[in-house]
């Protein structure tokens, strides 16, 4: 089975552009979350879904930050306008259950730069 | 804030040893426990998890769990140079969600 798919990979861009990143969770899972990982802060939650409905973005950094889950098979994270504090690697997790305690699975991330 | 507390290490033990990594967390009420190894560069990969206390033994690692003391605990016997990663400590509470530790570095000396 294919794990979490995340889009780009990597991704430099300049300050004041729009970022967006996008994740495919594991087909069948109820769960989604964003998580951004930096080696001051280390694995901060943005925000995370169940069954496509959000339910904690209490970790969105500011208003430049936001997320969407259309269907059970997609979610982007957007930022825009981008800063160069926002130069992080963005992991995106899928749980089967509908909780956001349960066991996550990572996808492999997506590294932004910010110049 | 609910706080899961982790020693940054590095940690390091030769291979073929007992590697113990340590974990403890502030909400009382959590009821979900996990730890994760990240590879330099990888994303989190989940080891296990553990509800119960007491032990629970996967292979050459065992999760430990005291709810009274509010510590979690990874043992990996026989280490391997391949064991070398960084360990992430997971704790799902009463905010329904995960907070992750820092994580603890440890390095296996061949």
């Known amino acids: 089975d294919a794990g979490v798919i995340q889009s780009p990979r990597h991704e430099v861009t300049e300050m004041g552009q729009e970022v967006t990143l996008r994740c495919k969770p594991i087909?069948?899972?109820?769960?989604l979350f964003w998580y951004r990982q930096t080696m001051m802060r280390g694995l901060e939650l943005l925000i995370y879904?169940?069954?496509?409905?959000?339910?904690?973005d209490s970790g969105m950094p500011e208003d430049r930050f936001s997320a969407k889950m259309p269907n059970a098979s997609f979610s982007t994270l957007k930022i825009q306008p981008s800063e160069p504090r926002d130069s992080a690697v963005y992991f995106c997790?899928?749980?089967?259950?509908?909780?956001?305690?349960?066991?996550?699975?990572f996808g492999p991330g997506t590294r932004l730069l910010v110049l | 804030q609910k706080e899961v507390e982790q020693n940054s290490g590095p940690l390091s033990v030769p291979e073929g040893a007992i590697a113990s990594l340590n974990c403890t967390y502030s909400?009382?009420?959590?009821?979900?426990f996990f730890w994760y190894r990240q590879y330099s560069g990888k994303s989190p990969e989940l080891i296990m998890f553990?509800?119960?206390?007491g032990d629970k033994e996967d292979g050459r690692f065992t999760a430990q769990l005291n709810k009274a003391s509010q510590y979690v605990s990874l043992l990996i016997r026989d280490s391997q140079p391949s064991d070398s990663a960084t360990y992430l400590c997971?704790?799902?509470?009463?905010?329904?969600?995960?907070?992750f530790g820092k994580g603890t570095k440890l390095t296996v000396n061949p």
């Open positions: 997790a899928s749980s089967p259950r509908a909780s956001g305690k349960e066991t996550q699975y």
């Open positions: 087909s069948g899972h109820n769960s």
């Open positions: 879904f169940n069954n496509n409905v959000p339910i904690d």
């Open positions: 909400d009382r009420g959590s009821q979900s």
């Open positions: 553990i509800y119960s206390n």
């Open positions: 997971a704790v799902g509470g009463g905010s329904e969600k995960l907070v």
